[in-house]
Structures are given as C-alpha cells and as structure tokens.
C-alpha cells in the first residue's frame, strides 16, 4: 500500500516538475515579450499625453 | 553551517536593488487609478501567468508548505493537488471569474455594490481588509525565519533586515502600483521557477529517492503517504484543503484582480488554465523540500537539536542553507526575497485599494477625485506595512501557519463565497442574505488559538475546535445563511440579478 502511494506521489512530482519546467520557459520568453508590447503602448501614450491609450472595452475582446 | 557566503549576500542586493530601480521607473506609467490596481487591463496571457504564479508563490506560501511537508510527510502532497485541479476546472469553466471580468469590476466588492447594493459593498469591502491584513500579519515574522536560518544570521540583526526589506517594498509599491508588481513579479517568476526546479533536483540528487521514501515511512508509516490515514490530516482536512483550493484561485482577491487585469476572458480562462501547474507546484515543491529536511534532520539531529516535533517553520531554511552551494544559495535566496517583496507589494496594493475603493470612498458619496484617491491608497499602504511589523512582532501564533492563515482569510472568504455563487448565479439571492452570509462568515476567528485561549480565560468554555472543522462549517453556515436570508427577505424589487450573460446590468 505505502508502495503504490510512493510510487504515485513520485510520478506525480515528476510530471509536475517537468509541466513547470516548460511553462517556466515558455512563459519567461513569452512574458518578455508582453513586456515588451504593453510599455511600447504606454510610451505611445504618454508621448500622445495619455490620448494615445487604447482602453479595452469592459469585455475586452 | 550555512553555506550562505559573500558571493550570495552579492546576488541577494543586487537583486534587491534592481527591483527598487524597476519601481521608480514603473512610476511614469501610472495616469489613473485603473492603472495603478490592474495596469490599465492591459495583462496578457504570458505576463499574466507569471505575475499571478510570481504573486502566489510567494516565500510565505513555500514556508508554509514546506512546515506541512515537515509534519506531514508524502501525505501534505494533497494539497498541492487540490490546488491544481481546482484551478485547472476554474480555468476550463470560467467558474465564478469570467462573469466577474466581464462585469469589469476591480475589485470583489464592487461586484457586491452592483449586485446587491452600496451597503454590501461597504461591509464586504471592511471585511475583505480586516481579514486580508490579519492574514499578512504573520509574513514578516515567516520572512525573517527564512533568512535567519538560510542566512545563519543573529535574530537582533534581522528585525533591522526585514524592516529594511519591508521599507523596500513599501517604497516601490507606492511609486508603481500594479505596473512595478506585473514587471517585478516577472522577474522573480523567472529567478524562483528554475531556482526551485534545481533545489529539488539538487535535493534528490543529495538525499536519493530510495531513502527519501523510507526515511518518510520510518517516521510515520502509511500515515506518511495517505492523506486520510494521516494523524496530521485526515478526510475533513482534505474537504477543507480541496475548498481552499477554490478559494485561493477564484475567490481571493488577489488572485481574482489578475482575471480582471485580463485583456480579455479568453485570456482569463488561459491564464487560469496554465497557472493551476503553478498553484500545483506552489506547494508541491515546498511540501516536499520539507519533508527531505524532515528526512535529513532524522538521519543528522546535530544539525536540528529543536527536535521533530517542533521548529517546522526553520527546517527548510535550514536544510537549504546546508544543501545548497553557494552561489545557487543566493540566488535561490534573492528569488525567495524577491517572492516575499512581490507577495507583499500585491497584497498591499489590494487591500489598500480595497479600503479606498470600497469603503471610503463610497461612504463619501464617491465624490474623491482621482488624485485624492491614489493619495489615499499610498497613505493606507504605508499604514498597513506598519500594522504588519507591530502585529509580527507580538503576535503569538499558537498554530501551524498555513492554518492560522487559512482560519484569517475564512473571516471574509466563507462569506465571500456564498455572495460570489449566489449572486452570481442564482437571480432570488438578495440583500439581506447577503448581509447575512457575510457577517455569519466572521465567526471563522473562532479557528485562532489565541481566540480560543481568550474565550476559556474569560468565559471558562473549553473550545478545541480544529481549524477545519470551524472552516467547514463556517461555510456551510454562511450558505445556509444566504440561502435562507433570500428566501425570507427577497429585495423588494424582484429579479434583481445579474443577466444571463454576466455583464452586470442589474435588471429589475
């Protein structure tokens, strides 16, 4: 019994580890990049004097 | 003992002082108050999910983790995975944070104004504050364990340090707002996730799996790895634990103000979807660096003369102060700092904006301009970062800490919840359930130890009540409260609800 639970709670931290792994690459290079595209917006509006900004509806989409 | 050295004290203030330099460079983007609390709603996916995993997993959340790894070995796993698939289902469904997105609303008690009136809101709102900053009291006191024992530093020194620490975020949290959070939360997503994928790695590495597993059942045998049979959990703590897991991703506020910084609900349903592998490893990771610590400590009590029955909150640091090189030790550890700033900036950020938004500037008539309102929301972070050091300080917390935390933030979330699902996605839930759901939902400080010491001093009754059972059933009571309240006072013009397609026009 204490075997299976083991060997359950060991595969789960491995897949959980290797899950994370890859979000954490995909999202740091990701991320970056939203980063990047949310201050070259702002600058655009604070180089407008704020009436630049794009305002999102409240749906967003 | 530690291997904490030059190199690391290096890493760790360079660290720090970028993020200092992010904050007040962050400043030139803040023109309004939407800018400050959810960075214009301009959140994507990608950033999205590293500023709500960098806010959640924070070093107090690995801290308590690991405690639970400490006491309750393979079996403290069942939170983890609670957590996760509790948000993955979030994430699929929308459930409770989609329909509050497309409400548009910043913060859960505007949800209530609209929904059930200004005074819900204004209730809510006090509520949601009190028991948000009573749950950030034990922080500062976790945050200095950490460094004390990863550091091998003498405790009069670290007060200096965490106040130091403390003053660091108060100061680039009032200067960016949620812009600093989202570029600082990035940073240390990047620096924690790979930090903690080598410790672990690191770890079995150095312990081996084989005996990481044996030494686990030696100590506490079936109980060890079976949630249920665990004399540290059991099947109502696992209720408990599947319910929080709800909580944290859908009904706490600052997880819920990252789905209404979303760009848009499909980016919502996206970062909810991806972020449950972080609410999985937030304490997954943790739980079991504590348990190698439990494992390592057996095999060398020199090195942990508290003993194993108590001391639960220093044997992670401790164990990586002697596990990792130096070098990784520091950056780990900048990473762990950088969590606790971040996890502090968000929270500051959310309950001083929760207190302007929600409670004063209802109450007068919301009448405050803009700038008053940002003045007001820097002013209360800075009072509430000085509650937080008292509190901290003379608190004695008498509980584990993952429980006196769940017991504090079940003074607003019990009722939160009922007002959430029932307003929602019930039409009849009406104004005088909600007032009652929310005030039943206080009873909740019951779970304190300290609470229940006072009430057998004072009143002679003995109260032993664990901190599930007063969470369970707290809930069950603000429920049952909403419910009843509706059906017996409904509002007076009926069919108050929000339509049927959440975007919260309230018909009458």
Redesign the interface.
């Known amino acids: ?2 075997g299976s ?2 060997t359950f ?2 595969w ?2 491995g897949i ?2 290797v ?3 890859v ?2 690459v ?10 990047r ?3 070259e ?2 600058e655009g ?2 180089d407008d004097g ?1 009436g630049g ?1 794009t305002d ?1 509806s ?4 | 003992m530690s291997q904490f050295a030059n190199l690391d004290w290096a890493i760790v203030i360079l660290y720090l002082l970028g993020s200092a330099a992010i904050g007040i460079w962050s400043r ?2 803040i ?1 309004d108050m939407s800018d400050f609390v959810v ?9 999205g ?2 500023t709500m ?1 960098g806010t959640e997993l924070g070093l107090v959340t690995v801290m308590f983790a690991a405690e639970k790894g400490f006491t309750g070995g ?1 079996a403290a ?1 069942h939170i ?2 609670s957590a ?1 698939i509790v948000c993955l289902v979030v994430g699929w469904s929308g459930f409770i944070v989609v329909p509050l ?4 609303v910043m913060t859960i008690p505007e949800f209530y104004e609209r929904r059930f009136g200004r005074g819900v809101r204004i209730l809510g709102g006090l509520l949601l504050a009190f028991s948000g900053i009573l749950n950030m009291g034990m922080f500062l006191k976790a945050g200095s364990i950490f460094v004390v024992e990863v550091t091998g530093l003498e405790g009069t020194t670290i007060k200096w340090v965490m106040t130091a620490l403390l003053g660091l975020v108060l100061f680039y949290t009032i200067l960016g707002g949620m812009f600093s959070i ?2 600082t939360d ?1 940073v240390q ?2 620096v924690l ?2 930090g903690l ?1 080598a410790t ?2 690191f770890a079995i590495n150095e312990l081996g ?1 084989e005996h990481i ?1 044996s030494g686990v ?1 030696a100590l506490k ?2 109980g060890g ?2 949630p249920i049979a665990s004399e540290a959990f059991g099947l109502d703590y696992v209720i408990w634990m599947i319910f929080l897991g709800l909580v944290s991703c859908a009904i706490w506020q600052t997880a819920v103000m990252r789905a209404c910084a ?6 919502v349903k996206r970062i909810y979807a ?1 972020s449950s ?2 609410f ?2 937030r304490f ?2 943790p739980n ?1 660096l504590g348990l190698c610590a439990l494992v390592y400590f057996t095999d060398n009590p020199g090195f942990f003369p508290e003993g194993l029955e108590g001391g639960g909150l220093k044997a992670m640091p401790r164990f990586l102060g002697i596990l990792l090189p130096s070098g990784l030790l520091g950056l780990v550890v900048a990473g762990m700092l950088a969590a606790f700033m971040s996890t502090h900036d968000s929270y500051l950020l959310c309950w001083s904006s929760v207190l302007t938004q929600d409670v004063i500037a209802p109450l007068g008539g919301d009448r405050m301009s803009t700038a008053s309102r940002l003045k007001l929301t820097r002013l209360l972070i800075f009072a509430i970062g000085i509650f937080l050091l008292t509190w901290s300080l003379w608190y004695e917390l008498g509980q584990d800490l993952w429980d006196y935390m769940a017991i504090t933030g079940a003074i607003y979330f019990t009722g939160a919840f009922a007002l959430l699902v029932a307003g929602l996605y019930w039409k009849s839930a009406s104004r005088a359930g909600a007032y009652l759901a929310l005030l039943v939902g206080t009873s909740a400080v019951l779970g304190l130890k300290p609470v229940q010491k006072a009430i057998k001093a004072n009143l002679g009754i003995e109260v032993e009540w664990d901190a599930e059972i007063i969470g369970i059933s707290t809930v069950a009571a603000s429920t049952l409260m909403m419910i009843l309240g509706s059906l017996l006072f409904p509002d007076r013009a009926t069919g108050e609800s929000v339509d049927e397609t959440g ?2 026009e309230v018909t009458a």
């Open positions: 019994m204490i639970w083991a709670w060991g789960t931290l959980s580890l899950l994370f792994a979000i954490s995909v999202v740091t290079i990701g991320g970056y990049r939203d980063i595209s949310l201050l917006k702002d509006a604070i704020g900004r999102e409240a749906d967003g989409e | 030139r983007y023109k960075a214009g709603r301009s959140l994507k996916s990608h950033l999910i590293a995993i393979f796993f983890a995975v996760g997105r497309r409400m548009g989202v570029l990035y997503f990047v996730s790979f994928i672990t790695l799996w597993v059942e045998g079936a790895f079976d979303a760009r848009s609900v499909e980016d991806w592998i972080g999985l490893i997954l990771v079991f975007k919260g």
